[in-house]
């Protein structure tokens, strides 16, 4: 789907501002869905926009643990002077945006990661690290892969698989250097221009998906599976193995396979959930009726049951309305393979619910690592009203400094996506959880010593697949805090005139160990 940048950020501003048809924002959804390079545009506004955000003039509707139901407060400016400055500061947004679109994205620009490993099977590494994480972003430098096969997405979309014993370095977000072994490329949507340098020359994608072998005499293998690329001096098409070395370059257009196809490669690896390696998982498989907290002991990965709120937690904020944890069976529709949603789920009713569980291993936010953590959930449908009055969130705290660092990752009263911190840092998405419908939603959260936090969130609809990574392009990012804590709190807080249900809540260190993902569609488009 064509579109023009400038518009395309017009849009989404007006969408956020709800002045879009109905028509319009239907078409706006459809182009993010199924265009790659309109849905990193999205990115690149959301994450300038929690830059903003993060200035003295914040529209806020409800603070992080806000269940006050207060509405458009505004931080540090009086509102009639924000008002003035909120329209100069979208119109800052848009050339912003169009600068990232046409010279290269701030993201790039500030950061030295390179890629991130989406997917690692049998993986046995070597120096100069022994061991990467999925889901892990890895820096400019050299990997070196002794066994196994291991797929690493790059910043510029273009995507890797290392088949076997493989050494390369990763130059930058378009680029790398192949030193031996066997790769995979594919680059789509967007992605075509990445480059693998080989002791014979380098090779540019120009469209899809490409294999390279390089072998200990530095001979140098290319198979073109689709599309095509491009040599120093020549094209080679869709079907032809070239070789290079041993300063001769064969371009017969030999018909063969150097490799198989991504896909293939993948579908070969099975990849499968990894429950095993979740810390903390609830999935309330209880008969349908009324609890008290304390009585909801099961599930995995927790130290106590779970409890009201203490009253030295509260602070300012109203105590639960709701006395009892009710149970329900049925409320949720879910197509993907996942034991939760048709039995035992948690009904939070209107009110305001706020149920705390401490999990035996925290999130330290002060050591390197990747934390995903995921759920089910359901708006109930109000007939005849667009927006739900109410918001939801799980939030992450301490049990050391319950008031100190936090997070949450819910939604609005708009049922807008939304990501924050106890230090007002607050970004939201255009993107709104459907009522009546189940959704799953997983979030990341990316922790770094020496550099930056990151905080990412996506739902997926029933029509949606659960793919056997994570996604390239999230919902909504936060990205620049220092959040310096130990989280083992978990709060689940539901505020509203009406219910909602939520289930399956996982943590976990890796997509595929909170995430039900489905071998059988891996080759599907």
Known sequence: MAFKEKD????????????????????????????????????????????LESSPFVFDDIGPEDTSGRHATITGFPATIARVLLPIAAVLVIGLVWLAVRGGSPEEGGLSEIATLIFAEDCEWEEPRAGFQEGESLPAGKVRLHSGMAVLRFRSGAEMVLNGRSSLELLDVNSARLFGGEVVVRAEDGADGFRVETPHGGITDLGTEF?????????????????????????????????????????????????????????????????????????????????????ITEGKGWTSPWRFRDPSERGDHPPNTVREMTIDHGKMTVPWPVRGGRLGMLQLPAGTAIWTR???????????????????????????????????????????????????????????????????????????????????????????????????????????????????????????????????????????????????????PSWRSVTPINAVNLTQD
């Open 8 to 51: 395309l950020v017009r849009n989404i501003l007006a969408a956020q501002e709800s002045t879009l048809s109905e028509d319009e924002f239907a078409h706006l959804e459809r182009l993010l869905r199924e265009d790659v390079a309109a849905r990193r545009v999205y990115l690149r506004l959301m994450q300038i926009q929690s830059t």
């Open 211 to 295: 294999a390279v072998r390089v072998d200990s005499s530095g001979e140098t293998e290319l198979h073109v599976h689709e599309g095509k690329v491009a040599l120093k001096d020549s094209v080679v098409e869709a079907g032809s193995t070239v070789t290079m070395g041993k300063e001769k370059r064969d371009l017969s257009g030999t018909e063969g396979r150097l490799a198989p196809r991504y896909r293939e490669l993948i579908e070969r690896a099975k990849p499968k959930e990894r429950r095993d390696l979740m810390t903390a998982y609830e999935g309330f498989f209880l008969d349908p009726g009324s609890y008290a907290p304390s009585e």
């Open 358 to 508: 401490q999990m035996k291993k925290p999130i330290s936010m002060d050591e390197n690592g990747v934390t995903y953590l995921s759920f089910l959930a359901a708006e109930e449908t109000e007939p005849g009203r667009k927006d739900s009055p109410g918001a939801f969130r799980i939030t992450l705290r301490s049990s050391k400094n319950y008031f100190g660092n936090s997070l949450s990752i819910g939604w609005s009263g708009k049922r807008e996506l939304r990501l924050g911190t106890s230090s007002n840092e607050v970004v939201k998405s255009i993107r709104k959880i459907p009522p009546g419908e189940t959704v799953f939603c997983v979030g990341k959260i990316k922790r770094s010593v020496k550099g930056k936090d990151r905080v990412q969130f996506r739902f997926y609809r029933t029509t949606d697949r659960l793919d056997f990574a994570e996604p390239a392009v999230w919902d909504v990012t936060l990205e620049g805090g220092d959040l310096d804590a130990e989280f083992d709190l978990m709060l689940i807080t539901s505020h509203g005139e009406t219910s909602r249900w939520i289930d399956e809540i996982r943590v976990g």
